[in-house]
């Protein structure tokens, strides 16, 4: 078989692999190092033409796509509208459609772009995909100038034609953000909004919206809130039989002015609501315990469970947080367990339903990775060292783990931004001697990366990307500040935001010695650096990689940071944000307009940033108490863009 002929059956197997069984046989990585050098060799190749590539871009949005406040119960929903004054003008309720949120752009009626939700600010620009959707026309029959927002969701015939072991909403969202247009034409295309049209409800937007062409989900007028109740349970009755999943449904105030006259909180229209099905829950059984070892060789348990169906989603594993989690549940092999799938996703053990007499937790007394010794760090020491609180965690403590080398390798690429160095490549390299820290990087040059094998399908690295990751290493990781260059290993309790922090709090530590020769061990110092309780932790992490930690800083130029700004408010963020950036993403901005970042909820807080805002939490009721506003990443955003105005 000649070198064209391989390759092209490489890039049909891989296809069909991706698209329809699921279990993809190639990285990302792997597919792209085949697919080009077929290009170079055969550009007319008729494998290359399965599927028209999109490389989409970032755009923003004209108005940012913001979320809905949410309700699990017919009291809620109660409480949510007395709490709106009670308005008596109707409501307006809909499916609350379960894909991926769209935003589609109009000019004299024609449609001219189509953006991703992303992070409400930004989306990925898909265009070329969507023009391709049922229920979504590519021209309306009246000169509109305007947007319209829809979810792109497949139905269950298209998803079960494609691929019926997968989840539908993933595989949707998949669809959007893939190279290949082969499945975008079995998106459907769900309205839910418009904006620049003259109408006065959200009858008349939805009477407008069908008259210009577009699919809607099934809704109904209901003018009192036992009319919603009713509709919610006739639909959540209905549910298993609609043509595509839910996860809700949505209820909006229909007189528009009443919905303006109402505003928003944290970027939530007060008019509208989503009210949302109860998790769904199942029963199964433990099979085996695994554990999974970290960058910073952290062990945590996943269990391993009989495969249950859970909201259409076939389950077999969910993660355990650390030892104490899965001691204190009682969970061990053959336990019977109850799990829920947390926000509709991410699945959980909600509690050991059947205990298996004398059973117990089988706590690794070895690394399960490279059979090194294993601890409990400690986790905080108090001034003094008057008392040590271990963590729930426990470490592998060879150096040398290749979880661990891999990992901090992972972590430097994320944190600075390494484009093309991904999971496959690091772990081809160090399987080959080529990487044994972040600091042997730098040794790489085209010559060596060019001809690596990844994966079992023995494909070679290529030499156009070879030249292109190297020359990423070199660029991103040349010249940053000490924040960034201290960040970047993964050190445990320090990020990039943090010992900007630290530094701004004591500017000793602008000097990078100070770091490494034991002053943030002195309770004094560490009190003077803004972490009483964390600073031995730090150092003692820090000192675990000290010889690459040196050896990275020996080949990098330590750009000055820039002064921060007069600190005029604080401004604290907890948990993970919508769009999944790191909290010192915004360590920055919020820097450049006077705004300081924190970690803890205190008494003079100006801001908390939570995902949901609506929802209340231990950190949210703090803050409720000190009078501090509480904001989505979307205010965030949109407070940080004013600010350097």
Known sequence: MSRIAELEDLVRRAKDAYYNSGTPILSDAEYDAIEEELLAL?????????????????????????????????????????????????????LKCDGGSV??????????????????IEGQDITPVALKFKGLPSRVSVPFDGSIRFEAVLLVEDWQAIDPESNPRNLANGILGRKDTEFAGRITAMAFDVEGLDVGTER??????????????????????????????????????????????????????????LGAASNCPKGQVAWKFQAEEATSVVEAIEWQVGHSGAITPVASLRPVNLGGTIVSRASLANVNVAATLGVCVGAEVRVVRAGDVIPQILAVTRHVPGGELDIPRTCPCCGGPVTRKKNSVTKKNESITLSAVIYCEDPACPAKVTGRIRRWAKSRDILGLGDSLIEALHENGLVTSVASLFDLTPDILAPLALGEAGITFGRKRAESVCAEIRQKSSEMTLAEFLGAFGTRGLGVRRAGLMIAANPELADFERWLDGSLADPAFAERSGVPSLGSVIFEDLKESEDDIRAVHA???????????????????????????????????????????????????????????????????????????????????????????
């Not at 970032?58 to 940012?64: L, T």
């Not at 935003?103 to 409400?120: E, W």
Request: aromatic letters at 8%.
């Open 204 to 261: 008349q937007k939805s009477e407008s919206l069908t008259k210009m062409g577009f699919s809607l989900p099934e809704h109904a007028y209901c003018k009192t809130v036992a009319d919603v109740a009713s509709f919610f349970q006739r639909v959540e009755a209905s549910r298993a039989s609609l043509p595509f999943w839910i996860d809700g449904v949505v209820v909006k105030m229909d007189d528009l002015a009443v919905q303006e006259a």
């Open 555 to 645: 080949r990098i130029v330590l750009r000055a940071t820039e002064p921060a700004a007069p600190v005029g408010k604080t401004l604290c963020i907890t948990g993970k944000l919508p769009s999944g950036r790191q909290k010192s993403f915004y360590a920055e901005p919020l820097a450049r307009i006077g705004i300081t970042l924190v970690d803890d909820v205190t008494k003079g807080l100006d801001f908390l940033v939570v995902s949901d805002p609506s929802a209340e939490t231990s950190k949210s009721k703090k803050a409720k108490k000190f009078g501090c506003r509480i904001i989505s990443e979307d205010e965030l955003v949109a407070l940080c863009d004013r600010g350097s105005e």
């Open 42 to 94: 055969a550009p007319d190749s008729p494998a290359l033409a399965v599927g028209a590539p999109v490389y989409g871009t970032r755009a923003r949005h004209s108005r940012p796509m913001g979320s809905q406040d949410k309700v699990h119960s017919r009291a809620e929903f109660e409480k949510w509208f007395s709490l709106r004054g009670s308005p008596d003008c109707g409501f307006v309720a809909s």
């Open 103 to 120: 935003a589609a752009y109009y000019k004299n009626g024609a449609l001219v772009q189509a953006i991703t939700r992303g992070d409400g």
